[in-house]
Nanobody
Framework: QVQVVESGGGLVQPGGSLRLSCAASGITFNIATMGWFRQAPGKQRELVATITYRGDTGYVGFVKGRFTISRSNAKKTVYLQMNSLEPEDTAVYYC??????????????WGQGTQVTVSS
């Protein structure tokens, strides 16, 4: 069973940057596809980006070119570099082991997440 601890969120002005980190345990990290998700107030949790054990990445359209997902298998950590942040990016960000085709509401476990607030 995966366990994660997300960190790195905070308050940033529009156009600013943040780097989120996610330390994972309880799984064989170096073969797991990992994902970053987010949940804005009043909205469903949604996928943001994924990264396979080999480092192949995928992004949802609204973050392409602005966000970069990466990982360190040695540190069992996934990162999300977020640039050109917009107020619409305000949300609690979560990471998790990613299962293709599984709806977000079908994941049995979520960490506490890290709050990202984009505001002037």
């Amino acid at each position: 069973q995966v366990q994660v601890v997300e960190s790195g969120g905070g308050l940033v002005q529009p156009g600013g940057s943040l780097r989120l980190s996610c330390a994972a345990s309880g799984i064989t990290f170096n073969i797991a596809t990992m994902g970053w998700f987010r949940q804005a107030p009043g909205k469903q949790r949604e996928l943001v980006a994924t990264i396979t054990y080999r480092g192949d990445t995928g992004y949802v359209g609204f973050v392409k070119g602005r966000f970069t997902i990466s990982r360190s298998n040695a540190k069992k950590t996934v990162y999300l570099q977020m640039n050109s942040l917009e107020p619409e990016d305000t949300a609690v960000y979560y990471c998790n082991r990613y299962y293709a085709g599984r709806p977000e509401h079908d994941y049995a476990y979520w960490g506490q997440g890290t709050q990202v607030t984009v505001s002037s």
